[in-house]
């Protein structure tokens, strides 16, 4: 997931729901929403499985702050078989969605949620409006930054969308990466504010969508993974 996140065009969620640990995770970070958190020790040690969390998000981190350089050496190196990869995972995922997850006739029964998901993500995908984030002034950098990284959670915690797409589409994509690599929290933390916030908005949305509308849900998702794989090819280089 932290490899996928680093990489437009694919979304961390993606991987995630590959391999079977979407829906925990959400429920999880959902736990969190101001709506419903109580912070009581014997509800946090009920709702969070810390054998299944903190792996998973040392993983990521570690793949996020580590594999910067191998993502850049695979794109630098092996692009087009890099792009053929991730493609190919994102076929796989929207397979699984659709046959494994649930019976095809389900899926079948929701079409339009599918065609939707597709022009969503390919509409974003094929969007040639890129900001130029450094033409704005420093304290527009700053809300920009915020505004960035509540979108780039939000992409991410959706199947399809890639966060860090949403990052190169803002123009802030370079820097982030390279304040990763120098580790420079001071320019991160308005992108973390930002993160944080859709943290503690998003994940409960999406679980609400869930206990409504599952089957219909799933369709969709797989249409934004479907429709995102144009962006590998467009955004990645």
């Not at 640990?21 to 020790?41: A, G, H, R, T, W």
């Not at 908005?201 to 249409?223: Q, T």
Request: glycine letters at 6%.
């Amino acid at each position: 997931m932290g490899l996928a996140e680093i990489t437009p065009g694919i979304s961390g969620a993606t991987i995630a729901g590959l391999f079977n640990v979407y829906n925990e995770f959400v429920k999880i970070i959902s736990f969190f929403s101001p709506s419903q958190f109580i912070f009581s020790f014997e509800k946090i040690r009920e709702k969070i499985n810390l054998g299944f969390l903190v792996p998973l998000i040392l993983g990521m981190f570690n793949a996020i702050f580590l594999a910067v350089n191998l993502i850049n050496y695979l794109i630098t190196n092996f692009l087009y078989e890099f792009k053929i990869l991730l493609s190919i995972i994102m076929i796989l995922a929207v397979l699984k969605n659709c046959l494994l997850d649930q019976k095809l006739i389900v899926s079948g029964k929701f079409p339009f949620h599918f065609l939707f998901g597709i022009l969503i993500a390919f509409c974003i995908s094929l969007t040639l409006i890129e900001f130029s984030y450094s033409n704005f002034a420093s304290p527009l950098k700053i809300l920009f930054l915020v505004f960035a990284g509540f979108l780039s959670f939000a992409a991410f915690i959706l199947p399809g969308i890639s966060g860090s797409l949403v990052l190169v589409l803002l123009g802030v994509y370079q820097e982030v990466i390279i304040s990763l690599k120098n580790f420079d929290f001071l320019y991160l933390s308005p992108l973390i504010l930002g993160l944080l916030i859709s943290f503690l908005i998003v994940p409960n949305e999406i679980i609400k969508g869930f206990k409504k509308n599952e089957n219909s849900l799933r369709v969709f998702f797989s249409g934004l993974i479907s429709g995102s794989i144009p962006s590998v090819w467009l955004h990645l280089n």
